[in-house]
């Protein structure tokens, strides 16, 4: 398993940006899949983007063109840009960790870490 911390979440108005980050901790820093999910109030969690070992980068429909997700291999660190928020983009934000292909189901990932909140408002 991989330890995961969350960093970065608040409140921002629509039309905003935050900044979210999110470390991990393993002994195998090799083929390494991280993605980003949420779960807004009453809903279902939801993919929002995975960065794969090898830099392929895929995101939701949701959040295409405005958020950006990035990994440094080397810090072992996923980061999420969130331009252009929307008031239902407010979700808690979870970073998780797989080793091998990513995926967009949340039960294929076994390292989750502990969720930040977004809140944003009109």
């Known amino acids: 398993q991989v330890h995961l911390v969350e960093s970065g979440g608040g409140s921002v108005q629509a039309g905003g940006s935050l900044r979210l980050s999110c470390a991990a901790s393993?002994?195998?820093?090799?083929?390494?899949?991280m993605t980003w999910f949420r779960q807004g109030p009453n809903k279902e969690r939801e993919w929002v983007a995975f960065v794969e070992s090898d830099g392929n980068t895929r995101y939701s429909a949701l959040v295409s063109g405005r958020f950006t997700a990035s990994k440094d291999n080397t810090a072992l660190r996923l980061s999420l840009q969130m331009n252009k928020l929307k008031i239902e983009d407010t979700a808690v934000y979870y970073c998780?960790?797989?080793?091998?292909?990513?995926?967009?189901?949340?039960?294929?990932?076994?390292?989750w870490g502990q969720g930040t909140q977004v809140t944003v408002s009109s």
């Open positions: 393993t002994h195998r820093t090799s083929d390494l899949c």
């Open positions: 998780a960790a797989r080793y091998g292909y990513c995926f967009w189901n949340p039960n294929q990932y076994d390292s």
